[in-house]
């Protein structure tokens, strides 16, 4: 065992905001279609990876969003299925109750922002639920706040099309909402990240990016974040930052790395076509045309809690009460057993 040499205090690192993690991180938040002034309205921090990206943006906006000044009564709209699982909605909106063990109203909550449940999965067509979600937003009080995913929307799989990511921004203009989104999962739908991030042009691995409305207020804001960096991790861990700012700025690495996450986004969608293609061949009662629409590494499969269960008492295939499956999970060596397995338990439960 070697001994310790240097004084582990003397490097404490700091959340990056200098300005050679924002500009590699902020060439790729620019995509293909974002113009150059705003490019200065973004402000960033690093953050402890998505979930911290997500709280730091919930303190920042209870400390400093207006509207929710004004009101006093910080409130977030969040969608009813998301990272991870809601009850059954009956009603459009319904207030959050105190124990859903549900990641995004928790950590909401856990900030003193109230979370409130609206619509966005359709149950019978297994797909993003356009009109409810839109019909939402316009029947919500101007300015509110809404968090929504970017892409490969984690549990549901079903992402706005890019049709409908121009339709929400004209609503979202038209009503003064602010779009909280998360981008945990950028390339893993399409395989290419610029096309992924088309409803939001950020990039993660623990970053929380702000656009403002002008380059003054992006200066106000940088203080705040440099402050809320210091409050949410002191010392945030400095090795994934310096993979990032390794790779993102060299050109050769930068293209490795998205050929990765385009091979990756590819395997995916093989094995959404393997599944699909399986139960189609075995006969399989009703539609499974959603399992390759859907996106990224989770899905919505449509089988009801009684098939879920019989699946796994009876074929040891695990998924959730959701019928959330993680498409990741299947290879070479499972996948036709699972098509076998769905397939016998929708057989036996299809009247
Ligand atoms: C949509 C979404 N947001 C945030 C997270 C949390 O990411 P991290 O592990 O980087 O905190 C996840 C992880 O499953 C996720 O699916």
């Not at 240097?6 to 902020?26: C, G, K, M, S």
């Not at 839109?134 to 549990?155: D, G, K, M």
């Amino acid at each position: 065992m070697g001994s310790i040499t240097a004084n582990p205090f003397q490097d404490i690192p700091e959340a990056r905001t200098e300005p050679i993690f924002l500009l590699v991180y902020t060439r790729q938040m620019k995509g293909k279609h974002m113009y150059f002034p705003v490019y200065w309205r973004i402000v960033s921090t690093q953050t402890l990876g998505a979930s911290g990206g997500c709280h730091a943006g919930a303190v920042l906006l209870r400390d400093h969003y207006e509207p929710w000044k004004r009101s006093g009564k910080p409130e977030i709209f969040i969608p009813d299925d998301t990272w991870c699982k809601f009850p059954i909605l009956t009603s459009s909106v319904v207030p959050c109750s105190d124990q859903l063990p549900v990641n995004h109203p928790f950590l909401f909550k856990s900030a003193g922002i109230k979370p409130t449940i609206i619509p966005y999965f359709n149950h019978k067509t297994n797909s993003f639920d356009f009109e409810a979600f839109t019909a939402t937003l316009r029947e919500l009080p101007a300015q509110s706040v809404i968090l929504i995913q970017s892409n490969a929307q984690n549990p549901t799989g079903s992402d706005p099309s890019p049709q409908q990511w121009r339709e929400l921004a004209t609503i979202f203009s038209q009503r003064g909402h602010l779009a909280f989104f998360d981008a945990a999962y950028p390339g893993f739908a399409s395989g290419d990240i610029d096309t992924d991030l088309q409803g939001v042009r950020f990039e993660r691995v623990g970053l929380l990016s702000v656009l403002t409305a002008n380059e003054d207020t992006a200066k106000k804001l940088e203080v705040q974040m440099k402050l809320l960096a210091r409050a949410e991790s002191g010392a945030p861990p400095d090795f994934g930052s310096k993979i990032v700012e390794t790779v993102l700025s060299d050109e050769a690495l930068k293209a490795q790395w998205r050929e990765e996450v385009r091979d990756m986004a590819n395997r995916l969608k093989q094995r959404r076509l393997r599944l699909r293609e399986g139960l189609e061949k075995l006969e399989t009662p009703g539609n499974w045309n959603h399992i390759t629409e859907q996106n990224g590494m989770f899905s919505y499969i449509g089988l009801s809690v009684e098939q879920v269960t019989l699946l796994r008492d009876e074929y040891h295939v695990y998924l959730q009460d959701s019928s959330r499956i993680s498409i990741a999970g299947l290879n070479n060596f499972n996948i036709d057993y699972v098509a076998r397995s769905i397939s016998a338990v929708v057989k036996a439960t299809t009247k």
